[in-house]
T-cell receptor, first 112, second 112 residues
Framework: GDSVTQMEGPVTLSEEAFLTINCTYT??????LFWYVQYPGEGLQLLLK?????DKGSNKGFEATYRKETTSFHLEKGSVQVSDSAVYFC???????????FGKGTTLSVSS | DAGVTQSPTHLIKTRGQQVTLRCSPK?????VSWYQQALGQGPQFIFQ???????QRGNFPDRFSGHQFPNYSSELNVNALLLGDSALYLC???????????FGPGTRLTVL
């Protein structure tokens, strides 16, 4: 069935380090892919998205490329900041276009 | 431009009680989805409402029901509360069709 697998956290980095959070998915067809971010005590914020193969989503220095061959959508950032500390969720939209299927989330902690 | 709003922010109930959560979609959106996020987990899809009807439902029991009003706002009702219903309940809105979902801040429900 539909599912998302994210690398387990927590991920602990120093400020200005390079970030990669791995995400792979199992889905029917070629769904739209998303990264959402959740800061402590808040709801989800859309970080970036990609709607077709080889698309690159980007926002606030974060990037992710839709890889159809490997069913992956890894999140990267070249230089993280303390303010990037949050939980990151990879997700895709189901074939009916109604429900988002989420991974379990990866906690990122950045120290100065 | 008003985003998705939810009320109340926090709620404490006891087992067996009933609860109603409310959501107003982002301006211009006509479709509302509800998700349950247990502590340390990714959100799970409950159902989606469009044109005042339930369009799709996730794997949740009938104790979970909803409603959408003509102004597109929505309610989530949960009957016969169980301890396991304690979670963050998130509302998301979108335009009809497979489009990006935008989330509200959530309602934290605690069942004692």
């Amino acid at each position: 069935g539909d599912s998302v697998t994210q690398m387990e956290g927590p991920v602990t980095l120093s400020e200005e380090a390079f970030l990669t959070i791995n995400c792979t998915y199992t889905a029917t067809g070629y769904p739209s892919l998303f990264w959402y971010v959740q800061y402590p005590g808040e709801g989800l914020q859309l970080l970036l998205k990609a709607t077709k193969a080889d698309d690159k989503g980007s926002n606030k220095g974060f990037e992710a490329t839709y890889r159809k061959e490997t069913t992956s959508f890894h999140l990267e950032k070249g230089s993280v900041q303390v303010s990037d500390s949050a939980v990151y969720f990879c997700a895709f939209l189901n074939q009916a276009g109604t429900a988002l299927i989420f991974g379990k989330g990866t906690t990122l902690s950045v120290s100065s | 431009d008003a985003g998705v709003t939810q009320s109340p922010t926090h709620l404490i109930k006891t087992r067996g009680q009933q609860v109603t959560l409310r959501c107003s979609p982002k301006s211009g959106h006509d479709t509302v989805s509800w998700y349950q996020q247990a502590l340390g987990q990714g959100p799970q899809f409950i159902f989606q409402y469009y044109e005042e009807e339930e369009r799709q439902r996730g794997n949740f029991p009938d104790r979970f029901s909803g409603h959408q009003f003509p102004n597109y706002s929505s309610e989530l009702n949960v009957n016969a509360l169980l301890l396991g219903d304690s979670a963050l309940y998130l509302c998301a809105s979108t335009l009809a069709g497979p489009d990006t979902q935008y989330f509200g801040p959530g309602t934290r429900l605690t069942v004692l």
